[in-house]
């Protein structure tokens, strides 16, 4: 798969004049969903970026521009953005810090909960105090309950309120530099989300046929008005998960149903909403056709490394989202010019909080499918992608589209497959 380029500009296409859509006549600003809003005057405009209560103002024109451009570019905007971004830090670190406080507490009374449960129990009544403390203790450390507690504590409570207060010692440094300096990430950001991405929005539709199938297939007793079964585990791994002694017993095809299968409408929602960053992402940057080939090729390796060292069954798609952000943790390094710093250092932040909540979650998260993904992702962009110091995009050759359309057409039929398996064992099992 050789690499060619498209273009000869000497800025990436975010930064260029033409990023984003002709201003019209006047004053205005455009919300996430694209819709403009327009405004009489350079004070009206102000007072919409200052009031902006949770960052809806994405652009902004003005009659000197012929393009629109992001707040942070116009010098005018400095004090109202930094009464705004003021705002928005100290009610998510509120919001935040309630959060930190309420899970903490339910963590807490989960804890002593289980630990005078086994504090109680017939077989430690004749031990000595410390050895029933020890007991309870290390029962509580090795309690299932506790664990996901713990992991839930990490994930939805103290890395937002850790966010939110980094951002908050940040804010000192939102002065006319720092705005400036925050341009090429904030137009990279905003330019990004506004691109389309149709193969990332059918393998996130495949994901969530199956994810369906899961939480339909299973109670056909019920109907389809269960829904309160999407927030029960998962059916299907029995049928089509990575049950590691049925795939060396010859079941094969478990290691590629098992990435399109999830444990429950969380694992589910992380994993959405990773596809959907890192798809995207993958699919602007270096083309359509190697989203779905990095996508397979992590997961399958990623399953490998699950089999060699996991033995539990295991199921979900962080093996190929693992992959997608190991490849363009490596693709942005060897394409330096294509995005700024600051936007492959959120990559690194997201192996590094990956590494965490499979630290804190080590008993319920399969990290030999991260690692082995990653791996492979990586692995992958280093041989396909050569250096190259252009700030285009690489254009995909006539290779690259027909063993991508030819492994979007496998990732389909394993999609089709894992949902018949689980209708049908669904069916079997009633």
């Given at each position: 798969?050789?690499?060619?380029?498209?273009?000869?500009?000497?800025?990436?296409?975010?930064?260029?004049?033409?990023?984003?859509?002709?201003?019209?006549?006047?004053?205005?600003?455009?919300?996430?969903?694209?819709?403009p809003h327009p405004c009489e005057a350079l004070e009206s405009l102000t007072h919409a970026v200052r009031d902006d209560p949770d960052g809806r103002v994405m652009l902004i024109w003005t009659p000197a521009h012929g393009r629109m451009r992001v707040p942070e570019e116009l010098s005018e905007m400095g004090d109202a953005l930094r009464t705004a971004r003021a705002h928005w830090t100290e009610s998510d670190l509120t919001a935040a810090t309630?959060?930190?406080?309420?899970?903490?507490?339910?963590?807490?009374?989960?804890?002593?909960?289980?630990?005078?449960?086994?504090?109680?129990?017939?077989?430690?009544?004749?031990?000595?105090?410390?050895?029933?403390?020890?007991?309870?203790?290390?029962?509580?450390?090795?309690?299932?309950?506790?664990?996901?507690?713990?992991?839930?504590?990490?994930?939805?409570?103290?890395?937002?309120?850790?966010?939110?207060?980094?951002?908050?010692?940040?804010?000192?440094?939102?002065?006319?530099?720092?705005?400036?300096?925050?341009?090429?990430?904030?137009?990279?950001?905003?330019?990004?989300?506004?691109?389309?991405?149709?193969?990332?929005?059918?393998?996130?539709?495949?994901?969530?046929?199956?994810?369906?199938?899961?939480?339909?297939?299973?109670?056909?007793?019920?109907?389809?008005?269960?829904?309160?079964?999407?927030?029960?585990?998962?059916?299907?791994?029995?049928?089509?998960?990575?049950?590691?002694?049925?795939?060396?017993?010859?079941?094969?095809?478990?290691?590629?149903?098992?990435?399109?299968?999830?444990?429950?409408?969380?694992?589910?929602?992380?994993?959405?909403?990773?596809?959907?960053?890192?798809?995207?992402?993958?699919?602007?940057?270096?083309?359509?056709?190697?989203?779905?080939?990095?996508?397979?090729?992590?997961?399958?390796?990623?399953?490998?490394?699950?089999?060699?060292?996991?033995?539990?069954?295991?199921?979900?798609?962080?093996?190929?989202?693992?992959?997608?952000?190991?490849?363009?943790?490596?693709?942005?390094?060897?394409?330096?010019?294509?995005?700024?710093?600051?936007?492959?250092?959120?990559?690194?932040?997201?192996?590094?909080?990956?590494?965490?909540?499979?630290?804190?979650?080590?008993?319920?998260?399969?990290?030999?499918?991260?690692?082995?993904?990653?791996?492979?992702?990586?692995?992958?962009?280093?041989?396909?992608?050569?250096?190259?110091?252009?700030?285009?995009?690489?254009?995909?050759?006539?290779?690259?589209r027909i063993v991508g359309s030819l492994t979007m057409a496998v990732l389909i039929a394993i999609a089709a497959l894992s949902v018949w398996l689980i209708v049908m064992g669904g069916l079997a099992a009633n």
């Amino acid at each position: 798969m050789n690499e060619s380029f498209e273009g000869k500009s000497e800025v990436p296409v975010w930064a260029r004049e033409s990023a984003f859509p002709e201003a019209p006549a006047g004053w205005g600003w455009v919300d996430p969903k694209g819709k403009p809003h327009p405004c009489e005057a350079l004070e009206s405009l102000t007072h919409a970026v200052r009031d902006d209560p949770d960052g809806r103002v994405m652009l902004i024109w003005t009659p000197a521009h012929g393009r629109m451009r992001v707040p942070e570019e116009l010098s005018e905007m400095g004090d109202a953005l930094r009464t705004a971004r003021a705002h928005w830090t100290e009610s998510d670190l509120t919001a935040a810090t309630r959060k930190l406080r309420l899970l903490g507490c339910l963590l807490v009374g989960l804890g002593a909960i289980t630990f005078f449960q086994k504090l109680g129990t017939p077989a430690a009544d004749h031990a000595p105090i410390t050895t029933r403390l020890l007991f309870a203790a290390l029962a509580m450390l090795e309690s299932t309950q506790c664990g996901l507690g713990l992991l839930a504590f990490v994930i939805f409570a103290f890395i937002p309120w850790y966010q939110a207060r980094k951002r908050r010692l940040q804010l000192p440094s939102w002065d006319a530099a720092g705005l400036a300096k925050n341009v090429p990430a904030i137009r990279f950001e905003i330019w990004l989300d506004r691109q389309k991405a149709p193969l990332t929005k059918v393998l996130m539709g495949l994901i969530t046929l199956v994810g369906l199938a899961q939480t339909l297939g299973h109670y056909p007793s019920e109907g389809l008005g269960s829904l309160l079964s999407i927030f029960k585990s998962w059916d299907g791994t029995a049928t089509a998960g990575l049950m590691k002694d049925r795939y060396l017993q010859g079941e094969w095809w478990r290691l590629f149903t098992a990435p399109f299968l999830h444990g429950n409408i969380v694992h589910f929602l992380m994993n959405a909403s990773a596809l959907i960053y890192l798809g995207k992402r993958v699919e602007v940057f270096a083309r359509w056709p190697h989203l779905p080939m990095v996508f397979l090729f992590a997961a399958c390796v990623g399953g490998e490394a699950s089999v060699r060292f996991v033995a539990a069954p295991t199921v979900g798609a962080s093996g190929g989202l693992m992959g997608l952000l190991g490849f363009l943790l490596v693709f942005e390094t060897l394409h330096a010019r294509l995005v700024p710093r600051s936007a492959r250092r959120r990559l690194a932040g997201g192996v590094f909080l990956t590494a965490l909540i499979g630290l804190v979650g080590f008993r319920y998260i399969d990290n030999a499918a991260h690692l082995g993904g990653l791996l492979a992702g990586m692995i992958y962009a280093a041989i396909v992608f050569p250096k190259s110091a252009s700030p285009t995009r690489p254009r995909s050759t006539l290779a690259d589209r027909i063993v991508g359309s030819l492994t979007m057409a496998v990732l389909i039929a394993i999609a089709a497959l894992s949902v018949w398996l689980i209708v049908m064992g669904g069916l079997a099992a009633n």
